[in-house]
């Protein structure tokens, strides 16, 4: 793997994704140490070099031999083509690029959603994304599509009723968009929380099956309900720390909590009334 040089991708310092598949690239040997900075420490050279607003959206990698600014999938192309020049010719085509551009933006308008960073401090350039309602949208019916078909797994690995699961969840998060609604002033924000479900539900969601499939596998119900208690309790502390992140109405966490611990008791008494059919 040779790593690429001269070349320094700029990156979104208060986002943990972003800052987390950058370091793993600095670490595999893709790019130079130094061929990574958040923006925040960028010169102001380079940052008149950007198109701040593409910037946000699309992460920028500059060429301080020649000054030149690749955007996104342009950018992040060239540092996988370098280190792995057996893909190049896939990774260079622009039809290889268009069928990944999709899924490129609908992770970067909603990676501060996903990732659950904080804001930035007062005073400095927001290198956030643009709300997006599409994008948003996309997220929220991703992740809710998903912990919808992890419940109906889990009901069906638990001998209950997929319909009376998902009825009881259905109304959980009825629940929790009442207090959204009344909590949140901004329509912006009211979308942003029902994302921020939507994640929280693909986490818990994918617990729910792990949980019951070691409860099969091993005949312990017991490990169900232990798995699910742990779970729920970091379900949570998640939704506590995104709260506090986003400055939205504490009494979200109230609402959040009570439907959590409800749900985990429904469960135990679906499963000792054997609510199968």
């Given at each position: 793997m040779e790593t690429l040089k001269t070349k320094t991708l700029v990156y979104d310092e208060n986002c943990p994704m972003c800052t987390w598949y950058i370091s793993k690239m600095v670490n595999?040997?893709?790019?130079?140490?130094?061929?990574?900075?958040?923006?925040?420490?960028?010169?102001?050279?380079?940052?008149?070099?950007?198109?701040?607003?593409?910037?946000?959206?699309?992460?920028?990698?500059?060429?301080?031999?020649?000054?030149?600014?690749?955007?996104?999938?342009?950018?992040?192309?060239?540092?996988?083509?370098?280190?792995?020049?057996?893909?190049?010719?896939?990774?260079?085509?622009?039809?290889?690029?268009?069928?990944?551009?999709?899924?490129?933006?609908?992770?970067?308008?909603?990676?501060?959603?996903?990732?659950?960073?904080?804001?930035?401090?007062?005073?400095?350039?927001?290198?956030?994304?643009?709300?997006?309602?599409?994008?948003?949208?996309?997220?929220?019916?991703?992740?809710?599509g998903y912990t919808a078909l992890c419940i109906y797994v889990f009901a069906l690995l638990m001998a209950l009723s997929p319909v009376l699961l998902l009825s009881c969840v259905t109304l959980y998060f009825l629940l929790l968009l009442g207090f959204d609604l009344n909590g949140n002033k901004t329509r912006e924000s009211q979308w942003d929380y029902l994302a921020h479900l939507a994640v929280l539900g693909f986490i818990e969601g994918t617990l729910f099956v792990i949980t019951a499939l070691l409860a099969r596998l091993t005949g312990l119900t017991g490990l169900m309900f232990a798995g699910q208690g742990a779970g729920r309790l970091f379900a949570i502390w998640l939704h506590a720390k995104r709260v506090k992140n986003n400055r939205y109405a504490k009494s979200l966490n109230y609402a959040f909590a009570f439907g959590a611990i409800a749900l985990v008791v429904l469960i135990a008494v679906f499963k000792n009334q054997n609510l199968h059919v």
């Open positions: 595999t040997g893709m790019i130079e140490k130094n061929g990574r900075v958040p923006f925040e420490q960028l010169d102001i050279d380079n940052q008149c070099r950007l198109d701040l607003k593409r910037a946000r959206h699309e992460i920028p990698m500059i060429d301080q031999t020649t000054g030149v600014v690749l955007y996104g999938l342009d950018a992040l192309t060239v540092v996988f083509a370098n280190s792995y020049p057996v893909l190049k010719p896939l990774i260079n085509r622009n039809w290889f690029k268009a069928v990944l551009k999709p899924l490129y933006y609908f992770i970067s308008y909603n990676r501060r959603i996903i990732a659950g960073g904080a804001p930035e401090r007062p005073g400095t350039f927001s290198f956030a994304p643009d709300f997006n309602l599409g994008w948003r949208l996309a997220l929220i019916a991703v992740g809710f």
